[in-house]
């Protein structure tokens, strides 16, 4: 997890499934530790145990809400279990409860064992935006347990928040030669397919996934989204409604139905079925996931201050429980969309705003720290926008600095997208494509921008290439990408 866990959402797709696919990792052993090379889970309750590994099977396959149910009552039997709460935090509705179980599943990891330990620090790096410590920890941890499958899932997803997905895709075939069964590796590894360009590689591991597991939402699910991505939303919504005919409650399905209406330009149906989202909600997550998706869908339409208000639903969700870290998060996104609006100062205040709600919360100081850094980011942005390129410039090369030394590569992705952007409105076009082909090639506003950059060059045909491949994204609902798709569209055209 990066920076963007202080606006953690209940979302479905790909963040969502690396996150909450990351649950536990023991097999049923209680104190004694693992057999066969397995990690162990610890608990003084074999009761808690076997709650625990049904609440885990749950969450594995992202039903998060049954599975916490499940947690809660393991953790209740044994207090001093660390992995229950571990993977309380793992199936959080909200950032402030997914902090709370975190903190308590490290204050408890000295009295697992070494693999448990592992597996809870290197969540806790990934949410301090210590990607480098993060996949430390989880090298170690598939060293230790090379016989784990889950082990490897861990390191795989690791591997995928860095982009490199060849090692993803290998750790994921490491883990289902280890168990063919353990259905959540072909879920990833259909989306570690889909992210490197491998579309039919990516259809056969979802359509195994549906064999494993076929009264289980999240396949079809999976699925569905590879058809959206192909631009295929007649069969990409039949499969988002069989998923929701296993489970009516399950919400990331929702949201890919209304993300699928509003690519075929339906915004009213879309906003339908976030109302149903809202109406059949069971947690705050998904309340403000309803709210979110609804931004996105204003923002598409270009309608701004609709899309404002739908952010400020969101933040009054989190502020009821006092949730800074997604409030954070909120206050963050109303700053992009301001910048996207052209109002830059509005947009700097927003930026303040986030930054100052992190630093007056009990967030840890790693995550106070990272939110200094990535306020560099943000004004950086907010200067270019206001014309003021030297100032862009002081703001891109401290965090530049910054997010090298901590080696966090999507922060270096962001620090790279910055210093594209700045080039960009210099006119130097070719310094522009170097800075932004390091950036997130998975950002559709970056392939945007290289759109611009080789079409400034003159180079018409690479320029169409990159707005094509902006506008024919179709991935779930991401504020840059409906800021740019329909202009990408004009653009390819």
């Known amino acids: 997890?990066?920076?963007?866990?202080?606006?953690?959402?209940?979302?479905?797709?790909?963040?969502?499934?690396?996150?909450?696919?990351?649950?536990?990792?023991?097999?049923?052993?209680?104190?004694?530790?693992?057999?066969?090379?397995?990690?162990?889970?610890?608990?003084?309750?074999?009761?808690?145990r076997q709650l625990y590994l049904k609440g885990r099977a749950m969450g594995e396959n992202l039903r998060a809400h049954d599975s916490r149910e499940i947690l809660k009552q393991a953790a209740a039997k044994d207090p001093q279990f660390a992995l229950a709460h571990y993977s309380l935090a793992l199936n959080s509705p909200t950032a402030k409860e997914f902090f709370e179980h975190l903190k308590q599943a490290v204050a408890l990891s000295a009295k697992a064992s070494e693999g448990e330990r592992l597996m809870i620090l290197g969540l806790q790096a990934g949410a301090n935006a210590d990607t480098k410590t993060q996949r430390d920890y989880y090298e170690k941890l598939a060293a230790a347990y090379p016989g784990d499958e889950r082990a490897h899932f861990l390191l795989g997803g690791a591997y995928f928040g860095q982009q490199d997905y060849p090692k993803a895709i290998a750790e994921y075939?490491?883990?289902?030669?280890?168990?063919?069964?353990?259905?959540?590796?072909?879920?990833?590894?259909?989306y570690a397919h889909r992210q490197a360009g491998q579309p039919g590689e990516a259809e056969q591991a979802f359509k195994k996934y549906i064999e494993l597991i076929p009264t289980d939402p999240n396949p079809y699910d999976s699925y569905a989204e590879l058809l959206m991505k192909l631009?295929?939303?007649?069969?990409?919504?039949?499969?988002?409604?069989?998923?929701?005919?296993?489970?009516?409650?399950?919400?990331?399905?929702?949201?890919?139905?209304?993300t699928n209406m509003m690519y075929r330009g339906d915004y009213d149906g879309a906003r339908v079925e976030t109302g149903k989202l809202y109406q059949l909600a069971r947690n705050d997550g998904d309340?403000?996931?309803s709210?979110?998706?609804?931004?996105?869908?204003?923002?598409?339409?270009?309608?701004?201050?609709?899309?404002?208000?739908?952010?400020?639903?969101?933040y009054a969700v989190a502020e009821k429980i006092h949730d800074a870290a997604a409030m954070a998060g909120d206050?963050?996104?109303?700053?992009?969309?301001?910048?996207e609006a052209g109002k830059p100062e509005d947009a700097r205040k927003s930026y303040e705003q986030a930054l100052e709600l992190?630093?007056?919360?009990?967030?840890?100081?790693?995550?106070?720290?990272?939110?200094?850094?990535?306020?560099?980011?943000?004004l950086g942005r907010v200067a270019v926008r206001a014309g003021d390129l030297a100032g862009a410039r002081q703001h891109a090369d401290a965090f530049m600095k910054g997010v090298t030394a901590k080696k966090n590569d999507g922060e270096v992705r962001l620090a790279h997208q910055l210093a594209g952007t700045i080039a960009l409105e210099q006119k130097q076009f070719d310094q522009a494509i170097a800075e932004l082909t390091q950036g997130n090639q998975q950002d559709a506003y970056t392939l945007y921008?290289?759109?611009?950059?080789?079409?400034?060059?003159?180079?018409?045909?690479?320029?169409?290439?990159?707005?094509?491949?902006?506008?024919?994204?179709?991935?779930?609902?991401?504020?840059?990408?409906?800021?740019?798709?329909?202009?990408?569209?004009?653009?390819?055209?």
Do not use: C, W
């Open 1 to 48: 997890m990066t920076q963007r866990l202080t606006g953690l959402r209940s979302r479905s797709g790909l963040a969502l499934a690396v996150a909450a696919l990351s649950l536990g990792h023991g097999l049923a052993s209680a104190q004694s530790g693992g057999g066969a090379g397995k990690i162990a889970v610890t608990t003084s309750s074999v009761e808690a």
């Open 287 to 289: 309340r403000r996931a």
């Open 358 to 378: 992190q630093e007056h919360s009990d967030l840890s100081p790693e995550v106070k720290e990272d939110a200094r850094l990535v306020h560099h980011y943000n």
């Open 331 to 339: 206050v963050t996104a109303m700053g992009d969309v301001l910048l």
């Open 173 to 190: 075939h490491k883990s289902v030669e280890l168990a063919p069964d353990y259905a959540p590796a072909y879920n990833l590894l259909g």
């Open 449 to 493: 921008r290289l759109g611009l950059a080789y079409q400034g060059k003159g180079d018409g045909e690479k320029a169409a290439g990159f707005f094509r491949r902006a506008a024919d994204q179709n991935s779930l609902p991401a504020l840059n990408y409906a800021f740019v798709r329909l202009k990408a569209k004009k653009m390819k055209a």
């Open 231 to 258: 631009g295929r939303f007649e069969e990409s919504v039949a499969m988002y409604r069989k998923a929701l005919a296993t489970d009516q409650n399950f919400s990331p399905s929702r949201i890919g139905v209304a």
């Open 291 to 314: 709210y979110f998706t609804n931004a996105v869908v204003y923002s598409d339409e270009g309608n701004f201050d609709r899309a404002l208000a739908e952010l400020r639903k969101e």
